[in-house]
């Protein structure tokens, strides 16, 4: 059986949940993944030539073997102007279109979304699959504004109500969208298997009698400096390091003892963190945050930190158990620790509906 993915993220960039799924969809049956970069769902702005000319992603690991990745060509970025968007993008849509379709011949195909497009519906409502499913990641609409924020949300609604099943990874999420799905499973975020049996087979840098802390992953408007500052401040004699692709449109005067460094291929992230004596989500409260699960608390409890966060999204119910500090708490306050949750495990439960579904679209 083969899966076309139409990715929220493109391959080239820091490892996250799309591509654990294709990696372990590989393992679970699956005889080829196509992977679609994603199309762009909002007009443009003058940063992005900016980041066309200076990359700051970081690589995710190495193709899995039986993936092939598929980048769309150069599209007029105007989704939110729906018919106009497909009339000048027709012949580029067109080609997608047919090189999905002829990956999907002689083989029963599953089609699963990470993020609702124009393209993701075209694809869903003209090609045959033994299901469609939709995993629902991100608040998405909130990544946006003004009538890229409409369109995305009109689109979202659309296709989660065109889709056989819908994956979503917060609570928040799926109270928010779950009326529009046929049928839904709630799957909350995890560790790589692989990142944790590199963290067991062998032995992480030792820490120094430095304190640090340390932040790794995007950073972007919903990332709060402030606390970052205030933190610096508090200890003065600790190290604080932030490492992650940087799109926020500035970055405020840092305490000297704050560090920013640049985005790190994953291979180097348990590394980085076994360093780490406290692993640091300072994300703002928001509605774009209130539905995240952020993969990298398990992956900072797997490498033995301790976790600083704010009380967003999956990680209210975690302050509920007293299982982190927020930004307020003294460093020696006992906290209970958490059973690791590894993607297999996680998505254990899907491959039964995509692989032995009686749905089949029209």
């Known amino acids: 059986m083969k899966m076309v993915y139409l990715s929220p993220v493109p391959w080239d960039s820091i490892a996250q949940r799309p591509h654990f799924f294709v ?52 599209l007029i970025p105007i989704e939110p102007f729906g018919i106009l968007y497909d009339i000048l993008n027709y012949f580029t849509l067109s080609e997608l279109l047919e090189r999905v379709r002829q990956f999907c011949q002689k083989e029963a195909s599953v089609l699963v979304i990470g993020k609702a497009t124009r393209l993701s519906l075209k694809i869903s409502m003209n090609l045959r699959f033994q ?12 990544f946006f504004k003004g009538i890229s924020r409409k369109s995305v949300d009109r689109i979202l609604r659309k296709q989660i109500s065109e889709s056989q099943i819908t994956f979503y990874s917060s609570s928040r999420l799926k109270e928010k969208y779950n009326d529009y799905s046929k049928q839904s499973i709630l799957v909350l975020n995890a560790c790589d298997d692989d990142f944790l049996n590199e963290i067991k087979n062998k032995e992480l840098p030792s820490r120094d009698s430095q304190l640090i802390f340390g932040y790794i992953g995007s950073i972007a408007s919903w990332f709060d400096w402030d606390l970052i500052i205030e933190l610096a401040n ?6 604080v390091r932030i490492i992650g692709p940087n799109y926020s449109d500035s970055v405020p005067e840092l305490p000297n003892n704050v560090i920013i460094e640049r985005a790190i291929a994953h291979c180097e992230v348990s ?57 307020q708490d003294p460093l ?31």
Not at 25 to 47: I, Q
Not at 131 to 142: E, Q
Request: glycine share 4%; net charge positive; with cysteine.
């Open 23 to 74: 990696k372990h969809a590989l393992l679970n049956g699956f005889s080829s993944v196509l992977w679609v970069d994603p199309t762009p769902s909002r007009l443009p702005r003058l940063s992005d030539i900016k980041r066309r000319i200076i990359s700051i992603e970081a690589d995710s690991f190495d193709l899995p073997e039986g993936m092939i990745k598929v980048k769309p060509k150069l």
């Open 131 to 142: 299901c469609i499913a939709m995993d629902v990641m991100d608040d998405l609409p909130h």
């Open 234 to 239: 508090k200890y003065k004699n600790a190290e």
């Open 271 to 327: 590394k980085k963190m076994g360093e780490f004596h406290f692993g640091l989500i300072p994300f703002k409260l928001n509605e774009l945050t209130d539905s995240v699960d952020p993969v990298k608390y398990y992956e900072y409890i797997a490498c033995g930190c301790l976790v600083i966060s704010t009380e967003f999204g999956e990680m209210k119910k975690r302050f509920i158990d007293g299982q982190v500090l927020n930004f």
């Open 332 to 362: 020696d306050k006992q906290i209970k620790t958490q059973e690791m949750v590894t993607w297999s495990a996680r998505f254990s439960p899907l491959w039964k509906y995509l692989k032995h579904s009686n749905f089949e679209s029209n």
